[in-house]
T-cell receptor, first 114, second 109 residues
Framework: DTAVSQTPKYLVTQMGNDKSIKCEQN?????MYWYKQDSKKFLKIMFS???????INETVPNRFSPKSPDKAHLNLHINSLELGDSAVYFC?????????????FGAGSRLTVL | GQNIDQPTEMTATEGAIVQINCTYQ??????LFWYQQHAGEAPTFLSY??LDGLEEKGRFSSFLSRSKGYSYLLLKELQMKDSASYLC??????????WGAGTKLIIKP
């Protein structure tokens, strides 16, 4: 059983299109995240939800909109895709945000914008 | 600003020992993590330090000095499968994780 699963794994699309990436975790965690990892390998936090409430909303273009229908799901919708959006997007989950809480990551979704 | 510094790349020989350093400057400190990331895969948790000293877990150990803003990850008896990137991450005073760019470790036979 995959703990954090995200789909699709690969996404190739044209500039200007709208796309979504879905994420689900079966660990019973209460906090979920979206990270962007660019070609330089920096992991940058984009959003974090705790029990469906947005708790971290970093400076990302408002073309990116997260949605958490329940605490086991966190989806990412991207409007009007741009070349610079090409990256690997990782979903992750944890139990709480303090202490030794460990992030469990999904396998990543590689987005290529042409 | 907040930043995490790690070497970009290191090379070591199979069977040897390697130490990967991480220095950090953050607003507050609530723990330091090391993650391993194989190429094309997700990061996976290796270790957590919140108090000064050495944490040992099998072939991997992690050290923390809060006064120096410094940590290292020590890998012993290196195996080819240890070839990966090693990411240092610090939880700041607001409980946000700040990530380093990672150290790519290349193991040679």
């Amino acid at each position: 059983d995959t703990a954090v699963s995200q789909t699709p794994k690969y996404l190739v699309t044209q500039m200007g299109n709208d796309k979504s990436i879905k994420c689900e975790q079966n660990l019973g965690h209460d906090t979920m995240y979206w990270y962007k990892q660019d070609s330089k390998k920096f992991l940058k936090i984009m959003f974090s939800y705790n029990n469906k409430e947005l708790i971290i909303n970093e400076t990302v273009p408002n073309r990116f909109s997260p949605k958490s229908p329940d605490k086991a799901h966190l989806n990412l919708h991207i409007n009007s895709l741009e070349l610079g959006d090409s990256a690997v997007y990782f979903c992750a989950s944890s139990q709480g945000v303090a202490g030794a809480n460990v992030l469990t990551f999904g396998a990543g979704s590689r987005l290529t914008v042409l | 600003g907040q930043n995490i510094d790690q070497p970009t790349e290191m090379t070591a020989t199979e069977g040897a020992i390697v130490q990967i350093n991480c220095t950090y400057q953050t607003s507050g400190f609530n723990g330091l993590f090391w993650y391993q990331q194989h190429a094309g895969e997700a990061p996976t948790f290796l270790s957590y330090n919140v108090l000064d000293g050495l944490e040992e877990k099998g072939r991997f150990s992690s050290f923390l000095s809060r006064s120096k803003g410094y940590s290292y990850l020590l890998l012993k008896e290196l195996q080819m499968k240890d070839s990966a990137s090693y990411l240092c991450a610090v939880r700041d005073g607001n409980y946000q994780l700040i990530w380093g760019a990672g150290t790519k470790l290349i193991i040679k036979p």
